[in-house]
């Protein structure tokens, strides 16, 4: 069974910085697209960052761009979300995503349960 294991994820304050890992249970993974999406209460799942089997594309969200960072280490199978200059609006839930290939949309064939993310004003 696919498992995808999130990490990572606490209370920051307004500016600070979070780095998420997320680990996959195997090692066919390293072969897909891997995704970061998050949801704050009341919202909808928004998608967040992206990148291709091996680290060539990645794909940001307007939102994000600029200060957060996608990366993939396939020896450990593990993506990673290097979260800059955190605002309060980038709280949520973050949930890492695995895809046959690069997208926004939700069509990502697994998911991990989440991590919390929480920025303080």
């Known amino acids: 069974q696919v498992q995808l294991l999130e990490s990572g994820g606490g209370l920051v304050q307004v500016g600070g910085s979070l780095r998420l890992s997320c680990a996959a249970s195997?090692?066919?993974?390293?072969?897909?697209?891997m995704g970061w999406f998050r949801q704050a209460p009341g919202k909808k799942r928004e998608f967040v960052a992206a990148i291709s089997w091996n680290g060539g594309t990645t794909d940001y969200a307007d939102s994000v761009k600029g200060r957060f960072t996608i990366s993939r280490d396939n020896a450990l199978i593990t993506v990673y979300l290097q979260m800059n200059s955190l605002k309060p609006e980038d709280t949520a839930v973050y949930y890492c995503?695995?895809?046959?290939?690069?997208?926004?949309?939700?069509?990502?064939?697994?998911w991990g349960q989440g991590t919390q993310v929480t920025v303080s004003p």
């Open positions: 195997e090692r066919t993974l390293s072969r897909y697209a």
């Open positions: 995503a695995a895809a046959p290939y690069i997208t926004q949309t939700l069509a990502y064939d697994y």
